[in-house]
């Protein structure tokens, strides 16, 4: 079976994880509890929202002990309140002991993220608009983050720098503008033989005028235009173009931006202001 570069990367992440945190020994376990010791432990969340990062414990538990043993009783994505059991795990306790803190991590922090996206993705329901999240995530987890995002009901915009070619305020600026911006980004695809789409910033309406004029871009990001200044500019967009609406958005306006008829919005909160799910990994006494 061929490995996917996402399961790599993710299988990369944990060992990374389980080397910071492990060094030379989980000591603490080490010092007190037997070697042959098994134990069942319950995953308690505390809040309420949207659970994530189920599948991605289980990675957790099997890379580190493939012993180790999961009984799911909730799923990635499922809503969930105070007092839930997510899934039990049984084992080497000393297993369980050392890959707990680990797993919260990231359970917490993933939760959070596909909690606060489905929150947002539910104020733009019924329109046909979809909501993106960013490169603003966590430097060394952002699949993670991404992933979360997904889990929540939300998309991913390109991934890192690798993927798309995105021309924001400061690459038009040192280009010398929009149009010599456009032209070398096209011709650098030609000279590469790369096949990558290209995304343009513009922060206002002069801008627009320019980027349609020169043409040669597949999606254009109104930066900080207001719902009405949208749906004003839409009127002048072909529509073989994308249009995405990012900056200044909140929860209180991001349905009116919904509204305007973009094809995205992009908001960087999806990944770096959200607030984690309480939630707790306990020792079974049997």
Same mark, same amino acid.
């Given at each position: 079976m061929?490995?996917?570069?996402?399961?790599?990367?993710?299988?990369?992440?944990?060992?990374?994880?389980l080397r910071e945190d492990i060094g030379d020994g989980d000591h603490s376990t080490l010092s007190c509890v037997p070697q042959d010791g098994i134990g069942t432990a319950r995953l308690i969340v505390k809040d309420n929202g949207i659970i994530a990062g189920v599948e991605l414990a289980q990675?957790?538990?099997?890379?580190?002990?493939?012993? $180790?043993?999961?009984?799911?009783?909730?799923k990635d994505g499922e809503e969930v309140k105070y007092?839930?059991?997510a899934y039990i795990v049984k084992g080497p306790s000393r297993s369980i002991l050392t890959t707990e803190r680990l797993v919260l991590n990231f359970?917490?922090?993933?939760?959070?993220?596909?909690?606060?996206t489905n929150e947002i993705v539910k104020l733009i329901e019924g329109t046909e608009v979809k909501l993106l999240d960013t490169r603003k995530t966590?430097?060394?987890?952002?699949?993670?983050?991404?992933?979360? =995002?997904?889990i929540g009901g939300g998309h991913n915009h390109r991934f890192a720098l690798y993927d798309m070619i995105m021309l924001k305020d400061n690459h038009v600026d040192y280009a010398g503008g929009i149009?010599?911006?456009i032209e070398?980004?096209?011709?650098?695809?030609?000279s590469t033989s790369k096949d990558l789409r290209i995304e343009i910033e513009v922060r206002n309406e002069e801008e627009l005028a320019e =980027? $349609?004029?020169?043409?040669?871009?597949?999606?254009?990001?109104?930066?900080?235009?207001?719902?009405?200044?949208? =749906?004003?500019?839409?009127k002048t967009i072909p529509s073989n173009y994308e249009v995405e609406a990012s900056g200044g958005i909140t929860l209180d306006t991001i349905r009116s931006y919904a509204e305007t008829g973009v094809h995205f919005i992009s908001v960087g909160a999806l990944t770096h202001s959200f607030q984690s799910l309480d939630m707790s990994l306990k020792a079974v006494y049997e």
């Open positions: 061929t490995t996917t570069i996402s399961e790599v990367m993710i299988d990369e992440i944990i060992e990374t994880a990675m957790i538990f099997k890379k580190f002990d493939p012993s $180790l043993e999961v009984e799911v009783f909730i007092g839930d059991i359970m917490q922090r993933m939760s959070g993220i596909a909690s606060q966590t430097p060394g987890i952002r699949y993670m983050e991404k992933w979360a =995002v997904r149009k010599p911006a070398n980004a096209n011709a650098y695809l030609k =980027v $349609l004029e020169v043409g040669n871009v597949d999606r254009i990001m109104l930066d900080n235009f207001s719902p009405e200044r949208i =749906v004003n500019s839409l």
